[in-house]
């Protein structure tokens, strides 16, 4: 099992920044892919970035050049620096992490942009 806890979520005006981040604990050697999903209200969940054990990185192309994936091994923590905020990323940021097998979630963070 792995645990994911989410933070650093708010309200922010547009084209302000936020920081979210998300610390694993449990069985993380089984981890090979972490990242980040959302959801806005009415909408079905996205992939906004991931992160590869390798350290390849992939965006959505709604986010590209204003988001910014990394990751801390030492702290088991992934990273997601949101630059340039639309009102367009309103949505509840899950965390995500992968294993061969296993898929896990975190509960969420709003993020909230205003116009």
């Known amino acids: 099992q792995v645990q994911l806890v989410e933070s650093g979520g708010g309200l922010v005006q547009t084209g302000g920044s936020l920081r979210l981040s998300c610390a694993a604990s449990g069985s993380i050697f089984s981890i090979n892919v972490r990242g980040w999903y959302r959801q806005a209200p009415g909408k079905q969940r996205e992939l906004v970035a991931i992160?590869?054990?390798?350290?390849?990185?992939n965006y959505a192309d709604s986010v590209k050049d204003r988001f910014t994936i990394s990751r801390d091994n030492a702290k088991n923590t992934v990273y997601l620096q949101m630059d340039s905020l639309k009102p367009e990323d309103t949505a509840v940021y899950y965390c995500y992490a992968a294993g061969v097998t296993y898929a896990y979630w975190g509960q969420g963070t709003q993020v909230t942009v205003s116009s």
């Open positions: 992160i590869a054990s390798g350290g390849r990185t």
